[in-house]
């Protein structure tokens, strides 16, 4: 029966796609609350229907970027026209119409697929992307925590990631430049290779993957986990701030 409500909410999709309809709503609704989860309960790997119903979403623009460059012009010069050289809040009946045909240009002129990707961008990002790497990782904490933390191991893996892999690599880079083997990027300075030497302690799935093969034991794989955490998230948070705020920014010349 899920499988096929899940086939149904596809076909849908699809004659979404056929009628013109081009608003991502639709898409997301029958996509996600229809397609995605009746393949999950059909016990269909639910990536599939993710797969077939960004299928249906059009790709496809409206007006080609040529037309869109002549109409916006068109609209500019009439909206200028209308305000004159006044920086006045628009309020006007006039200008709105002249601001709502651009929005709608706007929107001919990107794919309702571009327009979802982007919406949903931030949220994979910074949500899906993590939840899913921990999730394929291996990663189940279980035993007891505070023993964990105080862990030989788990202090052995926090100090190699943050201090070992920054270290290592920030001397071997300064190494190789003073030997002449390589050489600093344009514009790269020591303090940028300091900060990315910090994201360097961030170790995850592999670390995490070569964790499972080194110990047996359970608590001492509990041990490693948290160590390659919590040093992933500081050397994070370092590399972060060295890059954002020790970095000289470069001067703007003078306009």
Known sequence: MA?????????????LNRSGIRHPLPYALLGIGGAWLAFLFSGVHATIAGVLAAFTIPAST???????LHNNRKLLADLEESTGISDQVMTNSEQQAILDEIEDQCEWVQT?????????????????????????AGVHFEGPIK???????????????????SIGIFLFSWLGVGVGIARLPQNARWTHVFGVS?????????????A?????????????????????????????LVLRFAVPKPLRSPS
């Open 147 to 165: 023993a964990a933390i105080s862990s030989q191991v788990t202090q052995g893996i926090f100090l190699g990631l943050v201090m070992g892999k």
């Open 3 to 15: 499988r096929r409500l899940g086939i149904g909410f596809l076909l849908l999709l699809i004659a």
């Open 62 to 68: 409206l007006i080609r970027p040529k037309e869109f």
């Open 198 to 210: 910090l994201l360097g302690g961030i170790g995850f799935t592999m670390s995490l993957f070569i």
């Open 212 to 240: 499972n093969l080194a110990f047996k034991d359970p608590h001492h794989l509990l041990s490693s986990k948290f160590g390659i955490l919590a040093a992933s998230f500081l050397s994070g948070i370092l590399g972060y």
């Open 112 to 136: 309702p697929l571009q327009r979802i990707e982007e919406k949903l961008h931030p949220w994979v990002t910074y949500m899906i992307l993590p939840l899913f790497a921990l999730a394929n």
